[in-house]
């Protein structure tokens, strides 16, 4: 009879501890677990991308803004605009612009691309770690599109935390 | 004699560990609500710093008319709305600055100045409603139109929503 309710009692005492640890894991699991705010970076995204094609390069011409910037290295990139070529101003602009504006804990992707696009069409990428931002798996993106007689370019910005 | 004693040793061993288990769940129910509480204050807090985003960027007393998809502010508008005013469109408990961002540095001089009916055109920094106490900022890039020059400049909006 002794042995019997000393094994009871060592039976309880296991279950017990797997409960705890049970009770605990599950509570670390839901801790660790923080909320993203998509909207609130969604709208992040569609703004940062949208204030950087509306800045005014001063340069007027086929480089007036980063949106005609980026459209005149896509479309006719050899243009002189001041002291270069659109597309090498669209190089050195816009990783500048984006630069001085976006959160110092966020890295960016700026993907530049004919709408329709067919495999022969090229696409232009901005952004020093592209590749780790499109590899993270919580990332935000904003899209928007430069209408052009014949071909419009749609630009994609993602961004994620670094 | 010792065989009763072994008994009550292992109801007493066994009382214990009910009572740490209890005591536990006590620890790990308030940890969670308290976890729950913490996260839910935050999504409010973001979504009414959202919510204010979306009513600075669409306001057509802060914003440019022709851009239908906001966010282009007027420095004009800026300088001559005031703080009451946003107050009684948006209610109280935030404050809200916005800064004229120049990627190159040598283009606007007067950036560091805040704007005032006195120091407006050449000024680049605007400030509603900041008073003294601790608030969560969130900021947003927006676009800032210069009327006397007509430049289209880029800018922060930042919206600080203080603990109640």
Known sequence: MGKKISGQTSMILIVLVIVIFIALSIFLLISS?????????????HNLLLSVLRWDTGLGG?????????????????????????RTLAEEVVPQVVGSIVKTNFDYCIIVEPENKTSYEETMIYGPRCDVVQAKSTRWTANEKILQYEANIDIKMIIAEN | MMKGQAHLMEYVLLSFFVLLVIVMFTFLLTGWQMSTIGSEKEKVKYSKAEFLFRAFTN????????????SMFEDSKLTAITCDE???????????????????????????????????????????????????????????????????????????LYES
């Open chain 1, 62 to 86: 086929d480089c007036d803004t980063i949106s005609s910037t980026i459209s005149c290295a896509y479309m006719t990139p050899y243009t002189r605009c001041g002291l270069s070529d659109c």
């Open chain 2, 59 to 70: 306001s057509p007393y802060i914003n440019k008319n022709t851009y239908k998809e906001g």
């Open chain 1, 33 to 45: 677990i923080k909320p993203t705010h998509d909207d609130y970076y969604n709208l992040y995204a």
């Open chain 2, 86 to 160: 946003l107050q009684q469109l948006y209610g109280t408990g935030w404050y809200a600055e916005v800064e004229w961002i120049e990627p190159v540095d040598t283009y606007l001089e007067f950036k560091d100045v805040t704007c005032t009916l006195d120091t407006y055109p050449e000024c680049g920094k605007w400030s509603y409603c900041k008073t003294e106490g601790n608030a969560m900022i969130y900021e947003l890039p927006i676009n800032i139109h210069k009327k006397t020059t007509g430049k289209i400049g880029m800018g922060m909006l930042r919206v600080g």
